[in-house]
Each structure stands twice: as C-alpha cells, then as structure tokens.
C-alpha cells in the first residue's frame, strides 16, 4: 500500500499546481452537489457534505463555486444535474485491477470515455464483479505531518476506531471502517489537529507488486482514466517501492 499512497500524494501535489486544476476543480465541487443532494445542504447535519467542502477548500476552490454547488444540491437553487454513480472494473499492465468510479448525468458518454482510455493505454474492461472483490470499502484520512508523530497521531484516533497509520513523508494517512470515517476525523480535530482530506475510499486487500516499466504503464493508463470528465476516482492494486518511485520520477 506504501507504494500506492505515496504516488496518490505526489499526484495529489502536482495536480494542484498544473493545468489539470480545473479538472480538479470540477470534480470537487460535483461531489460537494452530489453530498448536499443525497445528505441535505447542511455540513453539520451531514458530515459527507462537511468533507466534500473541506476538501474542495483545501484545494483552493473559490468559495463562491462551493457555496453555489451547495445550494443546487440542496435544492435551494435551481440547476443540479442528476449525478449517477458507476463503477467500472477492469485490468491494467502486468494485471493490476482497476476500479474507477464515475460521477455522470450520462451513462453512454462515461462508458465510452472509460473503454477509450483503457483500450488506448494497454488496458482491458472486466465483467462487474471480477476486481471489486480485491478491494475493500475503508475510511481514509490524511493529515499534515507537522511536528507530530505517529505515536502522537495514533493516540488521538485509537478509541474512534482507527486500524492503522501510515507514514507518507510530509503527511499521515489514517485508514479506518468506512464507518467510523466520520469519528476519526472527529477525533482529529477534538484533539486540535488539522486534516487534508477525508474520504470514502477503496483499498486493496492484494496488491501487485510492479518494476519501473509497469508503473510507468499503470500511471500512464490512470492518468488517461483520471482525464476523463465523467471518472471521479481510480483505484488500483498496484505496490510500487520507494526505490521504483525515484526511478519513474
């Protein structure tokens, strides 16, 4: 997972200072209209909603866009498009399985942007079913590092139902039930600890463990998914060791 996470948080970095922002930026703001949707338009009656604006905040998205995905969502103004999630499975180079989850107001156009990205970067669609068992629902948490450890970390977050945290460099990465996402995060900031992001994810439980030719392949077919207006979020089970990472960077 080492491997995973820290190449998330490059990613993570890079994209908020490259072109692709306003990509980032449009994904953001859908999940803050979806979360208002589907939880109410209040963030302290509903903690997806709260998470959703944390981090579209975090990433430097201008209040107005949030405020107003808020209010369609919530229906307190009109224009909310009817967001349907999908999910999408399939494999990339040397077998590693993909999950990618779209948001859309049109299933053929997601379907045929996800089949174009994969069959033009080495990879192959899966029935529904035959990678999703590889991954598991968690709750995860990541937070600057500052001057805390991870004994510091683990101690705040313990009794809320954490099962592990991660070291990955200039932050930490808290991994839980997706069900006690929400009291982790609590915890966090009971204890007075500021956090990046907090989110509903898919870990794998087996991973693949890849040399630098297939982590370029993998990244390369990610980025292509990732590219995709309709695909919010990709998962894959891949490993990759720091010593690999440095190569491919």
């Avoid at 306003?22 to 009656?45: M, Q, S």
């Avoid at 866009?65 to 999630?85: F, L």
């Avoid at 989850?101 to 035959?130: F, H, I, K, Q, Y």
């Avoid at 839980?176 to 994810?201: C, F, H, M, P």
Wanted: glycine letters at 10%.
């Amino acid at each position: 997972m080492s491997g995973h996470s820290k190449w998330a948080t490059t990613k993570h970095k890079k994209a908020a200072l490259d072109a692709k922002r306003g990509k980032l930026f449009a994904k953001l703001i859908k999940n803050v209209e979806v979360a208002a949707r589907t939880g109410g338009g209040d963030p302290e009656g509903n903690p997806t909603l709260f998470d959703a604006i944390q981090k579209a905040k975090k990433n430097s998205v201008p209040l107005d866009n949030i405020e107003r995905a808020r209010k369609r969502g919530g229906g307190e103004e009109a224009g909310g498009a009817d967001w349907q999630t999908i999910m999408y499975e399939g494999y990339g180079s040397n077998g590693v399985a993909v999950l990618i989850e779209c948001l859309t107001d049109n299933r053929n156009r997601a379907a045929g942007e996800v089949r174009t990205a994969m069959t033009r970067n080495g990879g192959s669609m899966a029935d529904p079913g035959s990678v999703s068992y590889m991954f598991n629902r968690k709750g995860v948490v990541v937070m600057p590092k500052g001057d805390l450890s991870e004994d510091d970390v683990l101690m705040a977050v313990l009794d809320a139902g954490a099962e592990e945290v991660n070291d990955l460099g200039d932050s930490y990465e808290i991994v839980s039930e997706a069900t006690d996402l929400v009291a982790v995060r609590t915890a966090l900031q009971e204890a007075g600890y500021d956090y990046e992001s907090a989110d509903a994810s898919f870990l794998p439980s087996v991973t693949v463990a890849l040399e630098a030719d297939g982590a370029r392949k993998v990244f390369k077919l990610i980025d292509a998914l990732e590219d995709c207006d309709d695909v919010q979020n990709v998962y894959a089970n891949f490993d990759v060791s720091d010593e690999v990472m440095a190569e491919v960077d």
